[in-house]
C-alpha cells in the first residue's frame, strides 16, 4: 500500500484560482484511478473529479464542471486538481484518492488509498 500527499491547499478569494497536487509513492501510479474529493463540515465527502490510470476517462462532479480540470503525470507519480472560477461553496478539505482498477469511479467506497487532505477556503 503506498502513500498519498496533497499540497497546494490555502486561502484565496471568490473568482480566484488554486491548484492542487497529489504526490504518489509506494505504488505503480500509472495502474490506478485516481481521484479528487472534498468535505465541507457537517456534509458527505463528495466527488470532485475522477481520472482513469492513462488519463482517457475523465468524471466530474456536477457543481465543478466547466470549472476544474484533472490531470496527471504518471511520469511524475503526481496528479492535479487546477481549481478556477473558487466560489465560497468550493470551502471543503479536498482529498487525493486511489484505486487499482483502470476503471473510473465516482464514489468513495470505490477507492483503496487516501491522502490526508488539504484545506481550501474561499473568501467572499
Known amino acids: 500500500q503506498g502513500q498519498l500527499v496533497e499540497s497546494g491547499g490555502g486561502l484565496v478569494q471568490a473568482g480566484g484560482s488554486l491548484r492542487l497536487s497529489c504526490a504518489a509513492s509506494g505504488r505503480t501510479f500509472n495502474s490506478y484511478t485516481v481521484g479528487w474529493f472534498r468535505q465541507a463540515p457537517g456534509k458527505e465527502r463528495e466527488i470532485v473529479a475522477a481520472?482513469?490510470?492513462?488519463?482517457?476517462?475523465?468524471r466530474y462532479g456536477d457543481s465543478v464542471k466547466g470549472r476544474f480540470t484533472i490531470s496527471r503525470d504518471n511520469a511524475k507519480n503526481t496528479a492535479y486538481l487546477q481549481m478556477n472560477s473558487l466560489k465560497p461553496e468550493d470551502t471543503a478539505v479536498y482529498y487525493c484518492?486511489?484505486?487499482?482498477?483502470?476503471?473510473?469511479?465516482?464514489?468513495?467506497?470505490?477507492?483503496?488509498?487516501w491522502g490526508q487532505g488539504t484545506q481550501v477556503t474561499v473568501s467572499s
Open positions: 481520472m482513469s490510470w492513462n488519463g482517457g476517462s475523465t
Open positions: 484518492a486511489a484505486r487499482k482498477s483502470l476503471r473510473v469511479a465516482l464514489t468513495k467506497d470505490a477507492y483503496d488509498d
